[in-house]
């Protein structure tokens, strides 16, 4: 039934202004203006189309991508749009593709690490896309451990060059993704050496490709590093490997913001900590977690949607069967979702805030933020990206046997963001760096650098005080305690920024009664779950955890109603959630039905193969067919 609602009656049932939400979940009105406008421009374009996405071979999705990248560029430029709504589009178009590595680290890493000069040169060619560039730090042999990178960048005084080389195997840079057949740049990490002497890890900007005939230049051996997880998917993206053969570069070509090297050969240190060598992965894992809210969501607008058109069992006297939205234990794997997905979505608001702040100060010269703004960025990537990608893999659960289909959307959702949890900073490293910050913290307790920000909790914390470590080899011994310890700290932080955001005015009937339940569903949600350490410690007692538990089942009753329309407030199209069980309509069966005879496999009733295999089989002439 084309143009009926089949969730209207759970849209009427909701209890709050839908369009006053939705405006929250945007970050503010010009926010949501620009995105309701941007997400429909691309959802009404049939050069963003990806629906077939899922049947296409490598090579096909690869030129595909590169036909959608090229047409959103046309698109940015024809209609003159903005920085904030080209990012917009790039993200509604839904691809993963170089431009997330050129815009989202190769220009913010020549931004956070690059002279006024090395800006001036390069910022405006790549925001032209005249070069486009890749992010190449890992190496074969090294990811996490960047002080192990063993490309060396050797400066010649003579010619005034360094000299890039990959003199191992395990020196080959691995992963960067545009690497592999697009970028014609690379903001490439290598050893400095100077004078013989070794300085730690640089970045410097190394052209990979002729900006004539895209050919690689002399000394650069450059490809794709083959399939990633998931068909479809990931695969859109160019992850590349890269040798370099000593290949010479102008010495202005360091970048050169932290340390300097002169046309002498003398190595000169900044004012500025070496860790702003780090600056672009701060960067980076603080839009990544602003995208975990995006993924969650839109995996939990998928499910939420269906379980409300999903019904098995229940039926009395003939009537229609229970929704499955209405089972509590529905409600009790979904729900949470449903507050973490806004719990995330205003953690990284703060976040994002947290940031600017700290580039502010750290432009005056002012770096005392930089170690709690790297824990917080560290911390907050992993806790969320870990919960988004267990979540996702939920949602498909939840929607039983048709969330396995490509065609649920989920499959291809799991698959392009599980990464997530490796990539910038594997996920328990950066907890690693997390309670490595907090220990440092707990040690300083009782001197006169008292802990503020984040960490001004463990001055009223007593007991930190007297702790004291009677293991042997104390950090790395105790490292999977300490792991669950930042964990910890990051939920607090989530929660605490959830509870910060109640406390501002909040337009719009109902709204912040809706938000209230939710907070409430995330923090209680935690409690339940993780009760035996809040019990064990004394933090709780039974009866608590008891309460916990009976208010959470009261919160899920109090969503139920207002459930479709706290995942309308998300205001999704159907391009961009590529779902049929998550269709605004609802109408998912015919869509399902319709959907499967547009398989490939479907183009002719009998398969190809029945002659030579199947018939063969039937007959029972297998022994002597040639196979
Ligand atoms: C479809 C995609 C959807 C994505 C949507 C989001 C859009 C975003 C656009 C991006 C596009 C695509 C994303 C995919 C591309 C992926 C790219 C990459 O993966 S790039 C490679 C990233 N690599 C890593 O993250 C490596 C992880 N390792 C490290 O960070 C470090 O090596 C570390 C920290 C583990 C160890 O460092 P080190 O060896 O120096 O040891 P220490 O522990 O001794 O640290 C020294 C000192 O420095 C402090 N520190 C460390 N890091 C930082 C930092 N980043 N900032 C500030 N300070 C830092 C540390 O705390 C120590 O301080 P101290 O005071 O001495 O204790
Ligand atoms: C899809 C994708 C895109 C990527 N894009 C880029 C890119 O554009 N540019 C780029 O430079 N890189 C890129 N990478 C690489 C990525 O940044 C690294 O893979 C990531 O940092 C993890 O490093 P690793 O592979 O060395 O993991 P490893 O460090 O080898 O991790 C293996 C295991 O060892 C554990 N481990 C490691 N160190 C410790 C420790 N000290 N203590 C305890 N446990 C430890 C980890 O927890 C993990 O379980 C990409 C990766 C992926 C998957």
Same mark, same amino acid.
Request: charged letters at 20%; hydrophobic letters at 40%; aromatic letters at 10%.
């Given at each position: 039934?084309?143009?009926?609602?089949?969730?209207?009656?759970?849209?009427?049932?909701?209890?709050?202004?839908?369009?006053?939400?939705?405006?929250?979940?945007?970050?503010?009105?010009?926010?949501?203006?620009?995105?309701?406008?941007?997400?429909?421009?691309?959802?009404?374009?049939?050069?963003?189309?990806?629906?077939?996405?899922?049947?296409?071979?490598?090579?096909?999705?690869?030129?595909?991508?590169?036909?959608?990248?090229?047409?959103?560029?046309?698109?940015?430029?024809?209609?003159?749009?903005?920085?904030?709504?080209?990012?917009?589009?790039?993200?509604?178009?839904?691809?993963?593709?170089?431009?997330?590595?050129?815009?989202?680290?190769?220009?913010?890493?020549?931004?956070?690490?690059?002279?006024?000069?090395?800006?001036?040169?390069?910022?405006?060619?790549?925001?032209?896309?005249?070069?486009?560039?890749?992010?190449?730090?890992?190496?074969?042999?090294?990811?996490?451990?960047?002080?192990?990178?063993?490309?060396?960048?050797?400066?010649?005084?003579?010619?005034?060059?360094?000299?890039?080389?990959?003199?191992?195997?395990?020196?080959?840079?691995?992963?960067?993704?545009?690497?592999?057949?697009?970028?014609?740049?690379?903001?490439?990490?290598?050893?400095?050496?100077?004078?013989?002497?070794?300085?730690?890890?640089?970045?410097?900007?190394?052209?990979?490709?002729?900006?004539?005939?895209?050919?690689?230049?002399?000394?650069?051996?450059?490809?794709?590093?083959?399939?990633?997880?998931?068909?479809?998917?990931?695969?859109?993206?160019?992850?590349?490997?890269?040798?370099?053969?000593?290949?010479?570069?102008?010495?202005?070509?360091?970048?050169?913001?932290?340390?300097?090297?002169?046309?002498?050969?003398?190595?000169?240190?900044?004012?500025?900590?070496?860790?702003?060598?780090?600056?672009?992965?701060?960067?980076?894992?603080?839009?990544?977690?602003?995208?975990?809210?995006?993924?969650?969501?839109?995996?939990?607008?998928?499910?939420?949607?269906?379980?409300?058109?999903?019904?098995?069992?229940?039926?009395?006297?003939?009537?229609?069967?229970?929704?499955?939205?209405?089972?509590?234990?529905?409600?009790?794997?979904?729900?949470?979702?449903?507050?973490?997905?806004?719990?995330?979505?205003?953690?990284?608001?703060?976040?994002?805030?947290?940031?600017?702040?700290?580039?502010?100060?750290?432009?005056?010269?002012?770096?005392?933020?930089?170690?709690?703004?790297?824990?917080?960025?560290?911390?907050?990537?992993?806790?969320?990206?870990?919960? #988004?990608?267990?979540?996702?893999?939920?949602? *498909?659960? /939840?929607?039983?046997?048709?969330?396995? %289909?490509? +065609? =649920?959307?989920? $499959?291809?959702?799991?698959?392009?963001?599980?990464?997530?949890?490796?990539?910038?900073?594997?996920? #328990?490293?950066?907890?690693?760096?997390?309670? *490595?910050? /907090?220990?440092?913290?707990?040690?300083? %307790?009782? +001197? =006169?650098?008292? $802990?503020?920000?984040?960490?001004?909790?463990?001055?009223?914390?007593?007991?930190?005080?007297?702790?004291?470590?009677?293991?042997?080899?104390?950090?790395?011994? /105790?490292?999977?305690?300490?792991?669950?310890?930042?964990?910890?700290?990051?939920?607090?932080?989530?929660?605490?920024?959830?509870?910060?955001?109640?406390?501002?005015?909040?337009?719009?009937?109902?709204?912040?009664?809706?938000?209230?339940? /939710?907070?409430?569903?995330?923090?209680?949600?935690?409690?339940?779950?993780?009760?035996?350490?809040?019990?064990?410690?004394?933090?709780?007692?039974?009866?608590?955890?008891?309460?916990?538990?009976?208010?959470?089942?009261?919160?899920?009753?109090?969503?139920?109603?207002?459930?479709?329309?706290?995942?309308?407030?998300?205001?999704?199209?159907?391009?961009?959630?590529?779902?049929?069980?998550?269709?605004?309509?609802?109408?998912?069966?015919?869509?399902?039905?319709?959907?499967?005879?547009?398989?490939?496999?479907?183009?002719?009733?009998?398969?190809?193969?029945?002659?030579?295999?199947?018939?063969?089989?039937?007959?029972?002439?297998?022994?002597?067919?040639?196979?």
């Amino acid at each position: 039934m084309e143009g009926v609602d089949h969730l209207a009656h759970e849209r009427n049932k909701s209890e709050f202004d839908v369009d006053a939400m939705k405006i929250v979940w945007a970050g503010s009105p010009h926010a949501f203006v620009v995105s309701d406008r941007i997400s429909k421009l691309v959802a009404s374009d049939p050069g963003f189309r990806k629906d077939n996405r899922s049947t296409l071979s490598r090579k096909e999705l690869f030129k595909n991508t590169l036909r959608k990248a090229a047409y959103a560029w046309k698109t940015i430029i024809d209609l003159h749009l903005s920085e904030e709504e080209a990012a917009k589009l790039r993200f509604y178009v839904d691809e993963p593709a170089f431009t997330d590595v050129h815009w989202g680290m190769f220009i913010p890493a020549i931004k956070g690490q690059g002279t006024e000069e090395q800006q001036q040169k390069w910022l405006p060619l790549a925001y032209k896309m005249q070069i486009i560039g890749c992010y190449a730090q890992t190496e074969l042999g090294h990811g996490s451990n960047v002080q192990g990178l063993e490309t060396t960048a050797t400066f010649d005084p003579q010619t005034d060059e360094f000299i890039i080389h990959s003199p191992t195997l395990t020196s080959s840079k691995w992963w960067p993704g545009g690497l592999g057949k697009v970028a014609t740049h690379a903001i490439a990490y290598a050893l400095l050496i100077v004078g013989g002497r070794e300085q730690g890890v640089h970045g410097f900007i190394v052209q990979l490709r002729s900006l004539e005939d895209h050919s690689p230049l002399p000394g650069m051996t450059v490809g794709d590093i083959g399939m990633k997880f998931g068909n479809g998917a990931y695969n859109a993206m160019d992850n590349g490997v890269l040798r370099f053969d000593h290949v010479r570069i102008p010495r202005n070509q360091m970048l050169m913001r932290v340390s300097q090297v002169t046309c002498e050969g003398k190595y000169k240190q900044s004012d500025v900590p070496r860790q702003l060598v780090y600056g672009a992965m701060l960067y980076v894992r603080q839009t990544i977690v602003a995208d975990a809210s995006c993924a969650l969501s839109r995996a939990v607008c998928i499910a939420t949607r269906y379980s409300a058109v999903r019904r098995q069992f229940g039926s009395q006297n003939g009537g229609p069967e229970t929704q499955v939205i209405d089972y509590k234990t529905q409600q009790s794997r979904l729900f949470p979702l449903l507050a973490s997905a806004y719990a995330f979505r205003f953690v990284g608001e703060w976040l994002k805030w947290l940031y600017a702040d700290v580039t502010q100060r750290l432009q005056a010269n002012d770096f005392s933020t930089l170690p709690e703004a790297h824990a917080c960025t560290a911390g907050l990537k992993s806790l969320t990206t870990t919960a #988004t990608a267990d979540g996702i893999e939920e949602c *498909r659960k /939840l929607c039983g046997g048709h969330g396995y %289909l490509c +065609s =649920s959307g989920l $499959p291809e959702l799991f698959a392009v963001y599980v990464p997530a949890c490796t990539y910038e900073g594997e996920n #328990t490293v950066l907890l690693l760096q997390v309670a *490595r910050f /907090l220990m440092k913290t707990v040690s300083q %307790l009782g +001197s =006169s650098k008292k $802990p503020v920000g984040t960490i001004a909790y463990m001055t009223r914390v007593e007991h930190l005080m007297q702790c004291r470590c009677g293991v042997q080899r104390g950090f790395a011994e /105790l490292s999977a305690d300490l792991v669950e310890a930042a964990v910890a700290h990051c939920q607090l932080l989530v929660v605490s920024k959830f509870i910060e955001k109640l406390q501002q005015e909040i337009p719009g009937k109902g709204v912040k009664q809706q938000l209230e339940v /939710l907070c409430n569903i995330y923090a209680l949600f935690l409690l339940h779950k993780h009760q035996g350490d809040f019990l064990s410690t004394g933090c709780i007692t039974p009866k608590h955890a008891a309460l916990a538990n009976d208010e959470l089942r009261s919160l899920y009753s109090q969503v139920r109603p207002n459930a479709i329309a706290l995942v309308d407030a998300f205001n999704y199209t159907d391009h961009y959630l590529g779902s049929i069980l998550g269709c605004y309509d609802g109408n998912v069966y015919p869509k399902l039905y319709e959907a499967a005879w547009k398989d490939p496999l479907n183009e002719s009733v009998v398969p190809d193969g029945y002659h030579q295999y199947i018939r063969p089989l039937l007959k029972q002439e297998i022994r002597t067919a040639r196979l």
